[in-house]
């Protein structure tokens, strides 16, 4: 038989335990029910909620059949059709990440989402967005057609006129496919969880407040702010 | 090798143009999309299907 | 209207939320959610596949232009190419783009040094085997003096222009004295058609290689590139950066980035490149610091969308009044 579990006395972390420590931050920040909670504010009420998840899908669908043609390498679409239909799968994924992303953006937008401590969200969602146009773009160099020949040999100006071309060389495939398959996805993954770990942290943004309810809340919900609004 | 698209997209694209401004017809289709579902998005009633409604 | 709220109480407000809740499944959610973009992605990719157009090679361009092929090694011979005037990083024979007093491209420097005429003539020559006359030529050419080369160039560059194709996919220019041109570039014409020298500029230091840098600025340099782009209404005059080959969708998403190109002061500018980048460099920023941009975060208000996505909210909220 095992031993009982301790007390919770004896549960204190040690001061010098750095796991103990890391731990207790862990769960200080994030507990279980912040970070999936099984309920949801009752103003959570629009179709317009779902695109931050449909991105996340359509994220998670464009890792899925770009592992799939990983793992054949690059050249291996070009002359099968089932690598082709990966591709394809690849390319539709993020023609929706985009439309989802910005449809996205545009909802959160004119909801003021960054109101009550919510700036950090809306920028990483920013940067995200950015990171990802970029990570697009180290995909399209990385087709191995004419299209990557065209887009490469074209975005190499622009680049290079910002001096990142000392670093960042467009036409070389080696840099630009390690940068699609591997930095650039571990960047965008990053901040997307930064981002949902940012939105489960402060809750999902309240209404904003129409004048005539505010007036109308009764003086022990910001009486002041009533009086003030008076016409 | 290639599996047939149903749909064959792979001749030149029709382009629309507005003084300057010029784009293809398949981009504008997406752009359109774009908004349509968006204003949907708010339009549309949301309604629960299974209890849980409003208190 | 909301608008009458400062913004400091508008954030206050929405710091907390006292209201009711109801049961939201996020895992089914997200289930759902995957199921759907899957099939969708699945049905897309079915329906419409995805567009392949082959690259071209350096042998294709050859045999295909042979006349753009020739006059466009002889612009890396002379430095009149696109590449061997182009700067850091690549050289340090231009200026590079700038904007005020940023002079980005030069203040990061060559890290990626091409001699356009030793990489992209001398070299691939001097691999020919055993034809002693393109040697020859190749040391006549590069011990004369650098007027009498310039002569030589100008005069062939000028007869390229009126040059025809003859047999065996060669080229003949009207005669002339052009020196020991004529025979170095018929043996790089050759050796381009028979495939020799798309391998040759690839290989550098090493067996592997990833490294396209130098067929493709060959390439880039010509005719080739741009004639198939411009097909596929690809070019930058054509607010190519969104488009697609053939009828794809395209990078929608980059349509403000190619719109500074199409209008003054952008496209006469010879820095357009580096004010473009800038420009949308600041946009960026303003759209990520747009919380705190007093007017673009006042714009939600403005343009109330927000009394229709919660309409449910308020009409519930007016009923709870209503029943007090």
Redesign the interface.
């Given at each position: 038989m095992t031993e009982p579990a301790p007390s919770p006395a004896a549960k204190q972390p040690a001061p010098s335990s750095w796991t103990a420590r890391v731990r207790e931050w862990g769960v200080r920040a994030m507990p279980p029910e912040r970070l999936l909670p099984d309920s949801q504010p009752a103003y959570m009420s629009s179709w317009i909620y779902i695109f931050g998840v449909l991105t996340i899908a359509s994220l998670t669908v464009i890792i899925g059949s770009g592992v799939v043609l990983g793992l054949k390498g690059p050249a291996w679409w070009h002359y099968t059709g089932v690598g082709h239909f990966f591709n394809s799968i690849h390319l539709w994924a993020v023609e929706l990440f985009f439309f989802c992303m910005v449809i996205h953006l545009w909802a959160k937008f004119f909801m003021a989402a960054w109101r009550g401590g919510r700036s950090r969200t809306w920028m990483t969602g920013v940067i995200s967005f950015l990171i990802s146009i970029v990570a697009a773009f180290t995909g399209y160099v990385s087709q191995q057609n004419f299209d990557s020949q065209w887009i490469a040999t074209q975005a190499k100006d622009g680049i290079n006129a910002t001096g990142a071309g000392a670093f960042f060389n467009v036409l070389n495939f080696g840099q630009m496919y390690s940068y699609h398959l591997l930095l650039l996805p571990v960047v965008v993954v990053g901040l997307v969880v930064a981002h949902i770990l940012l939105v489960r942290r402060n809750g999902i943004v309240p209404p904003l407040p129409l004048s005539d309810l505010v007036k109308a809340r009764p003086a022990a919900d910001g009486g002041e702010r009533a009086a003030s609004q008076a016409r | 090798m290639d599996l047939a698209a149903i749909v064959n997209l792979n001749h030149p694209a029709t382009y629309v143009h507005w003084h300057f401004f010029q784009m293809s017809v398949s981009n504008l289709v997406v752009i359109v999309l774009m908004i349509v579902v968006f204003a949907a998005a708010i339009a549309v009633p949301f309604r629960r299907h299974h209890e849980g409604d409003e208190q | 209207?909301?608008k009458?709220?400062s913004h400091r109480?508008?954030?206050?407000?929405?710091?907390?939320?006292d209201?009711?809740?109801?049961?939201?499944?996020?895992?089914k959610?997200?289930c759902v959610?995957?199921v759907?973009?899957?099939v969708?992605?699945?049905a897309?990719?079915?329906?419409?596949?995805?567009?392949?157009?082959?690259?071209?090679t350096i042998a294709q361009w050859s045999r295909q232009m042979p006349v753009d092929f020739v006059t466009t090694a002889v612009n890396e011979l002379d430095g009149t190419s696109g590449t061997a005037g182009?700067g850091?990083?690549y050289n340090h024979n231009g200026p590079?783009?700038h904007a005020a007093f940023l002079h980005?491209?030069k203040?990061?420097?060559v890290?990626?040094p091409i001699d356009t005429a030793a990489d992209f003539v001398y070299q691939p020559l001097s691999t020919i085997p055993d034809v002693p006359q393109v040697k020859i030529a190749t040391a006549a050419y590069q011990a004369a003096p650098a007027k009498t080369q310039a002569a030589w160039t100008t005069a062939y560059g000028n007869a390229l222009a009126k040059a025809s194709v003859g047999p065996g996919n060669t080229v003949k220019a009207p005669p002339g004295n052009y020196g020991p041109l004529p025979t170095m570039m018929g043996a790089l014409l050759a050796l381009a058609q028979s495939g020799g020298l798309d391998g040759d500029l690839l290989t550098s230091r090493q067996f592997y290689q990833?490294?396209?840098?130098k067929p493709?600025?060959f390439?880039?340099d010509g005719g080739l590139?741009a004639a198939?782009?411009q097909?596929?209404?690809?070019l930058?005059t054509?607010?190519?950066?969104?488009?697609?080959?053939?009828?794809?969708?395209?990078?929608?998403?980059?349509w403000l980035y190619t719109f500074w190109y199409?209008?003054s002061p952008y496209n006469s500018s010879a820095?357009a490149?580096?004010l473009?980048?800038l420009t949308m460099g600041v946009l960026?920023l303003a759209?990520?610091?747009?919380?705190?941009i007093p007017g673009l975060?006042d714009?939600?208000?403005w343009?109330p969308?927000?009394?229709?996505?919660?309409r449910?909210?308020?009409r519930?909220?007016?009923r709870a009044?209503g029943q007090?």
């Open positions: - | - | 209207m909301s009458r709220l109480e508008l954030d206050a407000a929405a710091r907390h939320y209201g009711p809740y109801k049961p939201y499944d996020l895992v959610e997200l959610a995957l759907l973009i899957t969708l992605s699945v897309l990719a079915i329906v419409f596949s995805s567009p392949d157009e082959p690259p071209s182009y850091p990083p590079g783009q980005l491209q203040w990061l420097g890290s990626h990833t490294d396209y840098t493709l600025l390439m880039a590139l198939r782009a097909a596929q209404h690809l930058g054509q607010w190519g950066m969104m488009n697609e080959t053939g009828s794809y969708p395209g990078q929608v998403w980059l199409q209008i820095n490149d580096l473009v980048f960026s759209l990520l610091l747009i919380p705190f975060r714009i939600p208000r343009v969308l927000y009394r229709y996505i919660w449910d909210h308020y519930a909220q007016r009044l007090r």
